[in-house]
């Protein structure tokens, strides 16, 4: 099992360029969510994934989309690209069992990215 | 306002030593409380959940106590090793998603 992969691992954009950072998870988890990284700050939702068909914002979800194009990928699309969005990106899965508060969460190796 | 607080320093301790992380919170009310573990240049991997009526928590080497009443998780690393460096994240359950803190780095001197 791969786990939770994501493509790109490193990109560069110049501001206003646009490009989606892809995700995929071969656990047959149900939830998926997308996180940013920044230096001193801890991990901040952009937005989730309950289940396939479902997005959800989170905390941090302006200048961002997302597509959860079956219940194996969930893509993060920046539409016009701004300095503020240089971060980590960090896409994440967890199975969800029905009555479950919240499961633990499976991590991907992160996007760096960097807007000019 | 919502707030998760970790140690604020970094941590530096000599091998075989312990060392105690704190979490701190504010205006949540977790029904669980995990850690993570994460390399620099890698994702987050998870360690330990603790649920809100458990007092503590062990796996092999690491321990995690979750009062509810101070709104305090404390980690410990206990015989502590080299391979032990890394940041470590604590994180809340809130509404069917986590939040987590900023997180402690941790160095173990050999």
């Known amino acids: 099992n791969a786990g939770v992969t994501q493509t790109p691992k490193f990109q560069v954009l110049k501001t206003g360029q646009s490009m989606t950072l892809q995700c995929a998870q071969d656990m047959n988890h149900n939830s998926m969510y997308w996180y940013r990284q920044d230096p001193g700050m801890g991990l901040r939702l952009i937005y989730y994934s309950a289940s396939e068909g479902t997005t959800d914002k989170g905390e941090v979800p302006n200048g961002y989309n997302v597509s959860r194009l079956n219940k194996r990928e969930f893509s993060l699309r920046l539409e016009s690209a701004a300095p503020s969005q240089t971060s980590v990106y960090f896409c994440?899965?967890?199975?969800?069992?029905?009555?479950?508060?919240?499961?633990?969460?499976?991590f991907g190796p992160g996007t760096r990215l960097t807007v000019l | 306002s919502q707030k998760i607080e970790q140690n604020s320093e970094a941590l530096n301790i000599q091998e075989g030593k312990t060392a105690t992380l704190t979490c701190n919170y504010t205006n949540y009310s977790p029904a669980y409380l995990q850690w993570y573990r994460q390399d620099p240049g890698r994702g987050p991997v998870f360690l330990l959940l603790?649920?809100?009526?458990?007092k503590e928590k062990r796996k092999e080497r690491l321990k995690v106590t979750f009062d509810t009443t101070l709104k305090q998780s404390l980690f410990h690393i206990t015989a502590s090793q080299p391979a032990d460096s890394a940041t470590y994240l604590c994180?809340?359950?809130?509404?069917?998603?986590?939040?987590f803190g900023a997180g402690t780095t941790v160095t173990v001197r050999a």
């Open positions: 994440a899965s967890s199975e969800e069992r029905q009555g479950a508060s919240t499961d633990t969460q499976y």
């Open positions: 603790i649920r809100e009526n458990e």
């Open positions: 994180a809340l359950a809130n509404d069917y998603k986590l939040s």
